[in-house]
């Protein structure tokens, strides 16, 4: 199975602050079509996770752009800017480039 | 509006079975493959099944496979998970999804005796 190990495990922002989140996969998740299945997910107290960035760097719809995804091969990271409380909870990094697709531990995000 | 609807859930005994089904509205859902997503009580998300557009292809993880039976009605817009000999490890919240974008609110499954 494909390890996604993600750091910080916590991580403590100022509002308005900026923040970076980091995924490591045990190969590769260049997938044999060309693309890269790894994507970003916030999951709210309470609530499902919700899609913030597919395939490394594409936003989903109604996300706001102070989300960005970058990275290739098998080192990832999510940014976020500015930060509004609505964007505190756990985020998760997830491939589905291998099955079985597997997620990252979690990161969460939380005010200083 | 995308909408899914997890139901099925509730308090059962090891080694018994329970079948969850999921409700979507809002898009065509032949169109999409569609997946189950658990999460233990404070724990993280484990991906749990997955099928095809059809239901011609499925997959699972290792720790369901020949457990679980993941099935799809295109007619009905809805999306099941069989569940057999269940144990206490399987104890989660349910998820189901669309290709991973989407995703319902879930459905509770406790194993105990």
């Known amino acids: 199975d494909v390890l996604m190990t993600q750091t910080p495990v916590s991580l403590p922002v100022s509002l308005g602050g900026q923040v970076s989140i980091s995924c490591r996969s045990s190969q590769s998740l260049v997938h044999s079509d060309g693309n890269t299945y790894l994507h970003w997910y916030l999951q709210k107290p309470g609530q499902s996770p919700q899609l913030l960035i597919y395939?490394?760097?594409n936003r989903f719809s109604g996300v706001p752009d102070r989300f960005s995804g970058s990275g290739s091969g098998t080192d990832f990271t999510l940014k976020i800017s500015r930060v509004e409380p609505e964007d505190l909870g756990v985020y998760y990094c997830l491939q589905s480039t291998h099955f079985p697709w597997t997620f990252g531990g979690g990161t969460k995000l939380e005010l200083k | 509006e995308v909408q899914l609807a997890e139901s099925g859930g509730g308090l059962v005994q090891p080694g018994r079975s329970l079948k969850l089904s999921c409700a979507a509205s809002g898009f065509t859902f032949s169109d999409y493959y569609m997946a189950w997503v658990r999460q233990a009580p404070t724990k993280g998300l484990e991906w749990v099944a997955s099928i095809s557009y059809d239901g011609g292809s499925t997959y699972y993880r290792d720790s369901v496979k020949g457990r679980f039976t993941i099935s799809r009605d295109n007619a009905k817009s809805s999306l099941y998970l069989q569940m057999d000999s269940l144990r206490s490890e399987d104890t989660a919240t349910y998820y189901c999804?669309?290709?991973?974008?989407?995703w319902g609110q879930g459905t509770l499954v406790t194993v105990s005796s």
């Open positions: 999804t669309t290709d991973l974008a989407y």
């Open positions: 395939r490394v760097s």
